[in-house]
């Protein structure tokens, strides 16, 4: 996804609990499972700290909450100041919730409930997203290409593979370079051109001098 696709599905999810999930998947790169399972008490907002313990599945039984996907997937993040204001304004939003519903609200601690309080069903909020999805115009996207948005942004912005590896909790650096290694020729590039920078004078007489004449 490009800055411009994402402004676009935010507008379209509008200031709810939609736009909050989607804008904390392309900002942390949480799992699906991971991101309904989180609890308030799970996040720190003052200190924009965030600890995955958790994840919520569909089973045979119905909703149960698991362990993470893997051991590198309990993991702590620090959460960007945009993700933080988000789900500040969400808790307000879901305080005043509560409250009109008084003891019809389940209270589970959830930050992504349902109406009523109770784990959000994965596959509803898959139907929402698709909704705002094709009204953006982005027909071709899939709810887990939030997360390869989070990476590929990462990654553009020049943050070590290691680190982004942590970020989504893979279990090796190999998959994290093995699925992202499409965007590396760029970065690699960037790269390239920076030692050009940090190299050129004083080597030859300077790159741009040599050009020159």
């Known amino acids: 996804m490009t800055p411009d696709e994402i402004k676009k599905l935010l507008v379209e999810a509008a200031a709810g609990w939609l ?6 998947v392309i900002t942390t790169g949480l799992r699906r499972g991971e991101l309904l399972a989180l609890r308030w008490t799970d996040v720190d907002l003052a200190n924009r700290t ?14 149960v909450f698991v362990e993470p996907k893997t051991a590198l ?9 945009i993700a933080a204001d988000a789900l500040s304004r969400h808790r307000v939003r879901q305080d005043g919730e509560r409250a009109r519903l008084g003891p019809a609200w389940e209270n589970n601690n959830l930050i992504f409930a349902s109406t009523i309080g109770t784990p ?16 953006a115009g982005l027909t071709w996207l899939r709810p ?9 942004l990462l990654i553009a912005q020049g943050v070590e593979p290691r680190v982004i590896m942590s970020i989504l909790g893979h279990s090796t650096i190999l998959l994290t370079m093995n699925t992202y290694a499409h965007v590396l020729p760029e970065v690699m590039r960037d790269a390239a051109d920076a030692m050009d920078r940090a190299l050129d004078e004083g080597i030859d007489g300077g790159l741009a001098t040599r050009l020159a004449t």
């Open 19 to 24: 736009r909050t999930y989607i804008l904390m």
């Open 120 to 135: 959000a069903e994965p596959r509803n909020v898959n139907r929402r997203f698709a909704i705002c999805r094709d009204r």
């Open 50 to 63: 965030l600890h995955v313990r958790r994840a919520l599945q569909r089973t045979d039984d119905g909703l």
């Open 73 to 81: 997937s309990r993991r702590g993040l620090v959460l960007p100041m």
């Open 144 to 152: 887990h290409d939030l997360r390869h948005a989070c990476a590929t």
